[in-house]
């Protein structure tokens, strides 16, 4: 079974610099995607950015970046110019099979003012 | 914009009790899905649904039925609701091939088994 790892329960980071949130996975797969959630206090989780695996370019989305290496199985989250709304719980999840995502624990971002 | 909607917010059962959560999609998804939501844990699959009438068991489906009578409508059932079962309830839908398709979620139904 595909696991899922974020190291990192919990990361503060004061507000306008740039933080970046580590996952690792474990796929004997070649083709699959990778994603991350967002998930604000009380509101519902929400995609923030999508990679498929067989695309060598990292993907982008405003603020949002990954970095991607394939061979490490890794995947982390950068976020640019940190805002007070980014605070929230962010999930990494892996898609490669028929059945749903698999998700790690989570990292709650703090945004500190 | 797609649409899923949980039923209920907040529920408070006693052990024994037979809960049913349920969800709801506005956006004709062929997929549909059930997440429990524990602290330290993520997110884990309980049941998903690929159709009308299909269903497959997730990682933890162990204690929860499921049901799926219509394309929009996706039930989750405690038979016998247990003081374990005390957790955030997620639903969630996709389009698209499963795998590759982004997840929407409902807010969640927390559920205290008392």
């Known amino acids: 079974a595909q696991t899922v790892t974020q190291s990192q329960p919990e990361m503060s980071v004061q507000e306008a610099e740039t933080v970046t949130l580590s996952c690792t996975y474990d796929t004997s797969e070649s083709d699959y995607y990778l994603f991350w959630y967002k998930q604000p206090p009380s509101r519902q989780m929400i995609l923030v950015i999508r990679?498929?695996?067989?695309?060598?370019q990292n993907a982008t989305e405003n603020r949002f970046s990954v970095n991607f290496q394939k061979a490490a199985k890794s995947f982390s989250l950068k976020i640019s110019d940190s805002q007070l709304g980014d605070a929230a719980m962010y999930f990494c999840?892996?898609?490669?099979?028929?059945?749903?995502?698999?998700f790690g624990k989570g990292t709650h971002l703090i945004i500190q003012p | 914009d797609v649409k899923v909607t949980q039923s209920s917010r907040y529920l408070v059962k006693r052990t024994g009790e037979k809960v049913f959560l349920e969800c709801v999609q506005d956006?004709?998804?062929?997929?549909m899905f059930w997440y429990r939501q524990d602290p330290g844990l993520g997110l884990r699959l309980i049941y998903f649904s690929y159709d009308v009438k299909m269903k497959e068991k997730g990682d933890i489906p162990e204690g929860y039925s499921v049901s799926r009578e219509k394309k929009e409508r996706f039930s989750l059932i405690l038979e016998s609701a247990s003081t374990n079962q005390t957790s955030m309830y997620l639903c969630?839908?996709?389009?698209?091939?499963?795998?590759?398709?982004?997840?929407?979620f409902g807010e969640g139904s927390r559920l205290t088994v008392l």
């Open positions: 969630a839908s996709s389009a698209q091939l499963v795998r590759a398709g982004e997840l929407f």
């Open positions: 990679q498929e695996a067989y695309k060598q």
């Open positions: 956006m004709d998804h062929e997929n």
């Open positions: 999840a892996y898609g490669g099979g028929a059945d749903g995502l698999t």
